[in-house]
């Protein structure tokens, strides 16, 4: 599976802009980008994925650059809710690549 | 849609004895199943994989013999820890894959502490 980098921790200010990076500089032609959250002690929670076109859902943005090797989670108005770790994924489309591999994600801290 | 139901959610148990988690798709069918571990402070790290009517496959490192998975249903898997000692004690995550798609869902953890 291609490897993510991304900070440990970041944070935001309530009602900001939150823009949290990825690094993927070994992410394969067929390979999605995928975002996850996990507020403590839950479920990870599915915010959005893409390949390589720009993606918006009510959650959240993502912004994947021409390169694929990098991409940007936005979410435009940060809450208190939004504090989670979020884990950037790669994922294959089928197959045994179906499994998804949770690095150390980032640590958002949404600040009042 | 994509309901998850994943019970218990915390579960306290002696050394020696087993403890059965559930892992319900209220909503959709899931052909695979996949079974997450997650120490404190650390992420989440696959145990097994599961394909409805299969025997699962399991990651390296994880035993076979000691977590029993059970995915006799496109509804329903089960993991069973078999006599569980403290350094089981984790937290549990399922996440059923939509049939058809590659949309994988999460329960919502089990909490298990063996004492």
């Known amino acids: 599976d291609a490897k993510t980098t991304q900070p440990p921790s970041m944070d935001c200010a309530e009602g900001r802009a939150a823009n949290l990076p990825c690094n993927h500089s070994?992410?394969?032609?067929?390979?999605?980008v995928y975002w996850y959250r996990q507020i403590h002690s839950q479920g990870p929670q599915y915010i959005i994925h893409?390949?390589?076109n720009n993606e918006t859902n009510e959650m959240a943005s993502l912004i994947i650059t021409e390169d694929r090797k990098s991409s940007t989670l936005i979410l435009p108005h940060a809450t208190l809710r939004d504090t989670a770790v979020y884990y950037c994924?790669?994922?294959?489309?089928?197959?045994?690549?179906?499994?998804?591999?949770f690095g150390k994600g980032t640590l958002l801290t949404v600040n009042p | 849609g994509a309901v998850v139901s994943q019970h218990p959610s915390r579960v306290i148990c002696k050394s020696g004895t087993s403890v059965k988690i559930e892992c319900r798709s209220l909503?959709?069918?899931?052909?695979?199943m996949f079974w997450y571990r997650q120490f404190p402070k650390q992420s989440l790290m696959l145990m097994a994989t599961s394909n409805e009517g299969s025997k699962a496959t399991y990651e390296q490192g994880v035993e076979k013999d000691k977590f029993l998975i059970n995915h006799a249903s496109l509804t329903l898997s089960t993991l069973t820890v078999t006599s569980a000692h403290p350094e089981d004690s984790s937290f549990y995550i399922c996440s059923p894959v939509k049939s058809g798609t590659t949309e994988a869902f999460f329960g919502q953890g089990t909490r298990l502490t063996v004492v």
């Open positions: 070994t992410i394969s032609g067929n390979e999605y």
């Open positions: 893409g390949l390589k």
């Open positions: 994924i790669v994922r294959g489309s089928g197959g045994s690549n179906y499994k998804l591999t």
């Open positions: 909503d959709f069918q899931a052909t695979t």
